[in-house]
């Protein structure tokens, strides 16, 4: 079991920048890759970022690409997400979650489908004004 609860979300302009922290408990969390993914009003849930379990490898969606980093701190059980320049176009709720195999899987890891993924926050919400 890994239990994963989002936090940093809130209201902010656009233009500015946001961090959002995944804190994890339960099993190695260290062995876990990392994904983030976010759903707009009236969207689908969508691929934001990933990183693998050594933090070595990171993967980014098209929409936030250049302008976003995901890193891992693994003695705090934590991964960030910083994104900057936020747009309108970001309002979500954004989850992180986790693949329990992703060390397994080692540079094989596929991070962009929600499947591959056993366990999820909550979400934290995030809106971005004009």
């Known amino acids: 079991q890994v239990q994963l609860v989002e936090s940093g979300g809130g209201l902010v302009q656009a233009g500015t920048s946001l961090r959002l922290s995944c804190s994890a408990s339960?099993?190695?969390?260290?062995?876990?890759?990392v994904g983030w993914f976010r759903q707009g009003p009236g969207k689908e849930r969508e691929f934001v970022a990933a990183?693998?379990?050594?933090?070595?490898?990171?993967y980014y969606g098209e929409s936030v690409k250049g302008r976003s980093a995901i890193s891992r701190d693994n003695a705090k059980n934590t991964v960030y997400l910083l994104m900057n320049s936020l747009k309108p176009e970001d309002t979500a709720v954004y989850y992180c979650a986790a693949d329990v195999v992703g060390r397994a899987h080692g540079d094989t890891w596929f991070p962009y489908t929600q499947s591959g993924y056993n366990y999820w926050g909550q979400g934290t919400q995030v809106t971005v004004s004009s």
């Open positions: 339960g099993r190695a969390f260290s062995d876990c890759g």
């Open positions: 990183i693998n379990w050594d933090g070595e490898n990171t």
